[in-house]
């Protein structure tokens, strides 16, 4: 007895797993190219910061530090800077690194401040005061840099 029956085919379920495997390689693509983005080099030294928050979020991103606006402005209260950070979008877990250089831009040190949720055009400021970072640091500092170390930005804000 003979099966004459038309055998199936699987295309379908070819085809799906091919498109699988092309979605999953342009995924690792974008998530490398943003962690490549977001390393900065810091000073004229080889000291590379960056923000990997987002790297293993499917819906999120790494925050960048394109997505604030800082400015700067002396505080006599606590002798020391006032740092006013106004983010361009909505950013989960913020946290920033003020890195303090000499006048080559050598990296001197560096002052980590986790800000939290912030909102799109909502400012958020602190000061750091001569105290927190040294009579050192503080008489070498010739130059301040800020970089974004912390944070996920959603895709759909």
């Known amino acids: 007895m003979a099966d004459d029956s038309p ?3 699987h ?3 070819k085809f ?3 498109l ?3 979605a999953a390689i342009i995924f690792i693509i974008v998530k490398v190219v943003q962690f490549q983005d977001t390393k900065q080099t810091v000073g004229t030294e080889d000291v590379f ?3 990997h928050d987002g790297d293993t979020k499917l819906l999120h991103r790494s925050a960048r530090t394109d997505d604030i606006v800082v400015d700067t402005d002396l505080d006599l209260a606590s002798l020391g800077e006032k740092f006013i950070i106004l983010p361009q979008t909505d950013i989960e877990d913020l946290e920033i ?4 250089l000499d006048g080559d831009k050598k990296f001197l040190d560096s002052y980590v401040k986790t800000l939290g949720n ?3 055009g909502v400012q958020v400021s602190f000061s750091i005061s001569l105290f927190d970072l040294g009579l050192s640091v503080a008489w070498n ?3 301040s840099s800020v970089i974004v170390t912390g944070g996920t930005v959603s895709y759909f804000s």
Not at 97 to 100: L, Q
């Open 7 to 9: 055998k199936k085919k």
């Open 11 to 13: 295309g379908f379920l």
């Open 16 to 18: 799906l797993i091919i």
């Open 20 to 22: 699988l495997i092309i």
């Open 49 to 51: 910061m960056g923000n």
């Open 97 to 100: 690194t003020i890195n303090f």
């Open 118 to 120: 912030v909102k799109s």
């Open 141 to 143: 500092t010739k130059y």
